[in-house]
């Protein structure tokens, strides 16, 4: 994906010099991401936006898509509960996990959250609308991802 023209997400686009930078790994049926916050995407005083978090959640729900399902999406639904405060810090360590819990149709009802140091600190609930293998392929450019050994 970091070679399509024009890519350049403001999640994980690796080039973005504005960008989250965020990085993607399997783990079984969820999809998780580590990502330390730096100061400059703090809301209050050394305290992670909670915009940020909502990106955080939707990109790594959006890659659950993209890999477990072959084909790329939009989000239709996102309730998110703030639990408690996240630091920022390059010391602080955010996990970022999601996964499908139910599909109906072309929508997937999904789960995520964000822990640190093994506590829930947001959960969300996230309602995905996929679209099919050829609308992703010809309108949006989606390619399927591949993994080593496959």
Not at 61 to 67: N, P
Not at 102 to 131: H, N, P, W
Request: net charge negative; hydrophobic share 35%; aromatic share 12%.
């Amino acid at each position: 994906m970091a070679e399509a023209e024009g890519y350049n997400c403001f999640a994980c686009a690796p080039h973005n010099e504005h960008g989250l930078h965020m990085e993607f790994y399997e783990d079984g049926d969820e999809v998780v991401c580590y990502w330390s916050p730096a100061a400059h995407f703090q809301g209050w005083t050394d305290t992670l936006h909670g915009g940020i978090q909502a990106t955080l959640i939707d990109e790594t729900a959006g890659w659950v898509i993209a890999r477990k399902m072959q084909t790329s999406g939009m989000t239709t639904n996102l309730n998110i509960k703030y639990k408690r405060p996240i630091p920022t810090g390059e010391h602080v360590r955010l996990e970022i996990r999601a996964r499908i819990c139910e599909m109906k149709r072309m929508f997937a009802l999904m789960q995520a959250s964000i822990t640190v140091d093994g506590e829930v600190c947001t959960t969300a609930e996230l309602t995905f609308y996929c679209f099919s293998q050829e609308k992703a392929k010809e309108e949006f450019h989606f390619l399927p991802y591949k993994v080593e050994g496959e």
